[in-house]
């Protein structure tokens, strides 16, 4: 276990803007790392909750089994282009990843 | 098997669309979308936008349930869809919803097996169904490219995925598992393998005991066996020259057929699984998993021993006719056709596949007819043409199409059978070979001789039996 006081260290914070494709400078870090802490703080009274012997619960709900027929509907890809803000015909424009 | 080979242990991750789909997996796009313009069959579920919601596709349920079934999966009975989050164009949502199996997860299925031919048993771990991720292009390479480009058409496409233990011990038995689950999943007609695409393969190996190479990219069930092939020679050479394997992912460049290292970011744990709690659960009851067995079509297995009993296949050729399902549907139909099934199967099984290797095609590319197929097996069986005038035929068949009757009719290839005929060429050929009868008079396996002279004058068109036994006679008045 991590020390209570300070959960996510400042390479973890790196190695999460790395995953995540963000550019963080080293006051970023810092700064980022203490927001990150703060919210895992207030989660951390959820762990004060004794749920000894009780099953995890996915849903809310006791839905089960909500399914659609496999039947085509005509696309809308006109609409949601018109909302992408890179393209290159009809491609979607994204930077390059490596 | 030799016990060199069995110190490599491979396993193999299967991706396979359920192309049969009309939609996608998780709406209502339409699922045709090979050759449609980029970003044509999407809508704001397969696109991530916001407050979309996903719904899974009945289809792909029954579908999935038809596949574990037939792969001998215990199927779960109550499951549920996992996020997987990772940073890249290729998901707009930034996860993929896919299943798993730790951290609470339940995949779809688990402990299948597939048997190979020699009774080897390859234990499935799990199955699990997800949606496929969009292509990506670049400009020139991905090295070269400054920006990439998005295509979502296959983004959300239902995708099943199996994982075997490291149970295959060698490329080839990569390639005999992948044959088999092949024509598994094309029986059950889910799955258009010729769809290009359609399947994918992540592979590892480890030679030895050493470390495990993950290889990623195998674009199509051919090129497994290569990139297998190439990673096990280069373990091996590693290994001779005292550099120990180190455990890493490669990535198979189909281009230059070689694996090179690939970095990979992710581990395991950073793509941070947790439950879609867009999708509700999915239990499926004892009585569906019965009715999909029920009405399953009939798979290679069964299909093998009715070949047997139907078309009085001998159990090697009814193999390989299942092997795949093209060549068991159209062997089925030419078998229909024929008086002489048997031979039909050893015109398809045993005669077709050296010319098909040798010309680089496959039997959908051939424009003949399966009555073509059965049309020869008649004539063989009713002794109309020699074998090696069937071979003749059989060839010209192949390569131009025609029916054999009419390459019969015009070569001339008739059995010369009325015996006047084969008595004249054989006091021919023993006059021409005073030597080589002299010889067969005292030491019997000399008459091969005589009677190769004999194929040779008359095309193949005598039938050796027949031959022989005069070439005896003559001899023995000698
Ligand atoms: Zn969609």
Redesign the pocket.
């Known amino acids: 276990m991590k020390t209570p006081k300070h959960p996510i260290s400042e390479k973890e914070v790196s190695h999460l803007a790395e995953l995540a494709r963000l550019e963080l400078s080293g006051k970023d870090v810092t700064e980022m790392r203490l927001h990150l802490n703060k919210i895992l703080d207030y989660f951390k009274m959820i762990d004060e909750v004794d749920t000894e012997g009780i099953s995890p619960t996915y849903h809310v709900f006791d839905l089960v089994n909500v399914l659609r027929d496999d039947t085509p509907h005509s696309p809308e890809s006109k609409d949601l282009l018109e909302n992408v803000p890179k393209k290159k015909g009809r491609y979607i424009k994204a930077p390059r990843m490596i | 098997m030799s016990s060199e080979s069995k110190k490599i242990k491979i396993g193999l991750e299967v991706h396979c669309q359920l192309t049969s789909l009309k939609t ?1 997996l998780f ?3 339409p699922s045709d979308y090979r050759e449609k313009p980029p970003n044509t069959n ?2 704001p ?3 991530g936008t916001p407050g979309s919601l996903p719904v899974l596709n009945r289809n792909a349920l029954n579908y999935a349930t038809m596949v574990a079934s037939s792969l001998n999966f215990e199927i779960m009975s109550h499951m549920i869809f996992f996020r997987k989050n990772y940073f890249y164009p290729d998901m707009s949502k930034n996860f993929q919803i896919t299943q798993y199996d730790r951290a609470g997860g339940v995949p779809f299925a688990i402990n299948g097996y597939i048997l190979l031919n020699d009774g080897r048993k390859i234990r499935l771990g799990r199955m699990q169904l997800e949606e496929d991720p969009a292509k990506i292009s670049y400009d020139g390479t991905i090295e070269s490219s400054s920006e990439t480009y998005v295509d979502y058409n296959r983004a ?1 496409i239902a995708l099943i995925e199996i994982v075997t233990e490291p149970d295959l011990e060698s490329p080839s038995d990569a390639r005999e598992f992948l044959n088999k689950l092949s024509s598994i999943l094309e029986h059950l007609n889910v799955l258009d393998l010729g769809l290009e695409g359609s399947v994918r393969c992540d592979a590892n190996i480890s030679h030895r005991g050493g470390k495990r190479v993950e290889i990623k990219n195998i674009s199509s069930f051919k090129e497994v066996e290569r990139a297998l092939n190439f990673e096990m020679t280069r373990q091996k050479s590693l290994a001779s020259k005292g550099i120990s394997v180190s455990q890493e992912t490669r990535h198979w460049d189909d281009v230059r057929r070689i694996t090179i290292s690939l970095r990979l970011k992710e581990e395991e744990q950073d793509y941070r699984y947790f439950p879609e709690t867009d999708l509700v659960p999915v239990t499926l009851s004892e009585t569906f998993i019965e009715k999909i067995n029920h009405d399953m079509p009939e798979l290679p297995k069964e299909r093998e021993i009715r070949f047997q009993q139907e078309y009085n296949h001998s159990s090697e050729i009814a193999r390989v006719l299942v092997k795949d399902k093209y060549l068991a549907d159209y062997s089925e139909k030419a078998a229909k056709e024929s008086i002489a099934p048997r031979e039909v199967g050893i015109l398809l099984a045993v005669n077709l596949p050296p010319f098909l290797n040798e010309i680089g095609k496959d039997l959908k590319s051939l424009d003949v007819a399966p009555e073509h197929f059965a049309e020869l097996a008649d004539m063989i069986s009713k002794g109309e043409v020699s074998r090696r005038s069937a071979k003749t035929i059989f060839l010209e068949m192949l390569k131009t199409g025609q029916k054999p009757r009419n390459i019969f009719d015009k070569k001339g290839l008739d059995v010369i059978s009325d015996s006047k005929s084969i008595e004249d060429i054989v006091t021919k050929i023993f006059k021409d070979n005073p030597e080589a009868v002299k010889d067969a008079a005292k030491d019997t396996k000399a008459i091969n001789f005589l009677l190769g002279k004999i194929m040779q004058e008359t095309q193949g068109r005598v039938d050796p039996s027949i031959a022989t036994k005069l070439v005896k006679q003559k001899l023995s008045v000698q």
Do not use: T
């Open positions: 996608k709406c209502n796009s999407i809508c579920v397969c696109i959300g």
